[in-house]
């Protein structure tokens, strides 16, 4: 296990295979709603504050991971973020996209993943009246990267709860979390030779 203090807000924790055994997780396997994995996060919160003085004192916390290499290890970053106002800010609110066959929605994971993936914190995937509609909730909010990323091949459908809402009430759960890591993971396509180059 190496932990690194990349900024007094930022953490980074690197796990090879042998700590991903030790610690009884896979990469494939973390969910935060698992015990183990809440579990896991707590001992090396633990190791990092013990090691470097990392402390989320009651502030919310970003958590990423990430695969490190072929062998199954992978990178965990933590990441304090500002206190709350009373009222969330735009970037916490969730934006839904449609899309019209899953060919346009499998490119704008595979976008967002290899472009974006550190912008998405959260997103899902539902199925209603014959179209897909991914719901991203992005560190940069509306007018950012990842949004315009995501309009390029599907069309805004709705901001807010109340949008979520309506779609968790009509349409077909398809992904509850990380569905752009899942489907690109499942789906991923070549890059485009521009991309390869950028």
């Given at each position: 296990?190496?932990?690194n203090?990349?900024?007094?807000?930022?953490l980074?924790i690197?796990?090879t295979?042998q700590?991903?055994?030790?610690?009884?997780?896979t990469y494939?396997?973390?969910?935060?709603?698992?015990?183990h994995t809440?579990?896991?996060?707590?001992?090396l919160?633990?190791?990092?504050l013990?090691?470097?003085g990392?402390?989320?004192?009651?502030r919310?916390l970003?958590?990423?991971?990430?695969?490190?290499?072929d062998?199954?290890g992978?990178?965990?970053y933590?990441?304090l973020?500002?206190?709350?106002e009373?009222?969330?800010?735009?970037?916490?609110q969730?934006?839904?996209?449609s899309?019209?066959?899953?060919?346009?929605l499998?490119d704008?994971?595979?976008?967002l993943?290899r472009?974006?993936s550190h912008?998405?914190?959260?997103?899902s995937l539902?199925?209603m009246?014959?179209?897909?509609y991914?719901?991203l909730?992005?560190?940069?909010?509306s007018?950012?990267?990842a949004?315009h990323?995501?309009?390029?091949?599907g069309?805004?459908?709705?901001?807010?709860s109340?949008?979520?809402a309506?779609?968790?009430?009509?349409?077909?759960?398809?992904?509850?979390?990380n569905?752009?890591?899942?489907l690109?993971?499942c789906f991923?396509?070549?890059l485009?030779?521009?991309e390869?180059l950028?």
């Amino acid at each position: 296990m190496e932990i690194n203090r990349l900024r007094e807000d930022k953490l980074q924790i690197l796990l090879t295979t042998q700590d991903m055994a030790q610690l009884g997780i896979t990469y494939e396997a973390l969910d935060y709603i698992n015990p183990h994995t809440r579990r896991v996060i707590n001992q090396l919160l633990e190791a990092a504050l013990a090691q470097t003085g990392f402390l989320p004192d009651g502030r919310r916390l970003l958590i990423q991971v990430f695969p490190w290499d072929d062998a199954g290890g992978c990178q965990f970053y933590f990441t304090l973020l500002p206190h709350q106002e009373a009222e969330a800010p735009a970037a916490c609110q969730p934006q839904v996209f449609s899309f019209e066959n899953s060919e346009h929605l499998i490119d704008s994971c595979c976008r967002l993943y290899r472009q974006c993936s550190h912008r998405v914190l959260q997103s899902s995937l539902y199925y209603m009246n014959n179209k897909y509609y991914l719901v991203l909730f992005l560190l940069d909010g509306s007018q950012g990267a990842a949004e315009h990323l995501a309009a390029e091949y599907g069309q805004k459908a709705g901001r807010g709860s109340l949008s979520l809402a309506v779609l968790q009430e009509h349409g077909r759960s398809l992904l509850s979390s990380n569905a752009v890591d899942f489907l690109c993971r499942c789906f991923e396509k070549p890059l485009p030779p521009e991309e390869e180059l950028s």
